[in-house]
């Protein structure tokens, strides 16, 4: 389909030198225990390297694996050596509750297992080098980490954004939208790749009328209209380019 997702990586995947290493982190803040996966590519100074973080990291450690795409991607170099971090939703309660803009959540994250992970695979702390990356409820979560703690999260990458939330009907602004048109959060100085698909339409409905809001600062917005749904393999796609897109301007840093 001439309007397909592109799908980097996917197509030749290789075997990584290292395998991710899988921890358990038990939250203070947050009141629970969950797994998370560390990955890292390439031969790059540590603590230099670019740091993504992968919500619904379960289902791309597991069920979808990224691990042989970054590493093919990064081969090639179409992605920069980095660390990678992909953090498991538990199940659906904990997602539901955690994901759609729960400042604890991004807290903990921030003040417990990014620490933690820096003790395993050192990685750059500069805003522009981080991605935070999510579907759904995790695309959501990925721009209110960017648009309120832009000094930690300077790349958002979303796709099939939940932009209606809390509003499921779709007649009313979701909560992100309306901070954004009340002046309460900005996305000035942020990279955002925003990502929706023609055959999810509430959902589409919702991130074409965030892009219009965003629109001011269209140089440093990626916005895709891709054809597909809610499905997994038009994000496996979009992940991928969204990675290769938000940290582009790394390769002319380096040269």
């Known amino acids: 389909m001439p309007q397909a997702p592109l799908q ?104 417990e297992l990014l620490p933690l992970v820096k003790a395993i695979a050192p990685f750059s702390d500069r805003a522009d080098r981080t991605v935070v990356a999510g579907q759904s409820f995790g695309g959501l979560s990925a721009l209110y980490a960017g648009l309120h703690w832009p000094e930690r999260f300077g790349c958002v990458l979303s796709q099939s954004g939940s932009y209606w939330w809390p509003h499921r009907g779709g007649q009313q602004e979701g909560v992100l939208l309306e901070q954004l048109k009340a002046g309460q959060v900005s996305a000035e100085g942020l990279r955002i790749v925003l990502e929706a698909g023609i055959r999810e339409p509430m959902i589409m409905r919702a991130n074409q009328a965030l892009y219009a809001q965003l629109h001011p600062i269209k140089e ?36």
């Open 220 to 255: 440093s917005i990626f916005w895709r209209q891709v054809d597909g749904g809610h499905d997994a393999l038009c994000w496996r796609g979009g992940l991928m380019q969204g990675l290769i897109d938000l940290w582009q301007p790394l390769f002319h840093d380096r040269s």
């Open 8 to 111: 980097p990586g996917w197509d030749c995947p290789q075997a990584p030198e290292t395998p991710a290493k899988e921890i358990i982190w038990k939250s203070e803040r947050l009141k629970n225990s969950r797994r998370v996966w560390i990955f890292t590519t390439g031969d790059a100074t540590a603590g230099e390297r670019p740091l993504a973080v992968l919500l619904d990291g379960e289902f791309w450690a597991q069920s979808m694996p990224v691990w042989p795409v970054l590493t093919s991607l990064t081969h090639r170099q179409q992605l920069p050596p980095a660390v990678y971090v992909l953090i498991d939703a538990i199940d659906t309660t904990h997602r539901t509750h955690e994901l759609p803009c729960n400042a604890d959540f991004w807290l903990a994250v921030q003040q």
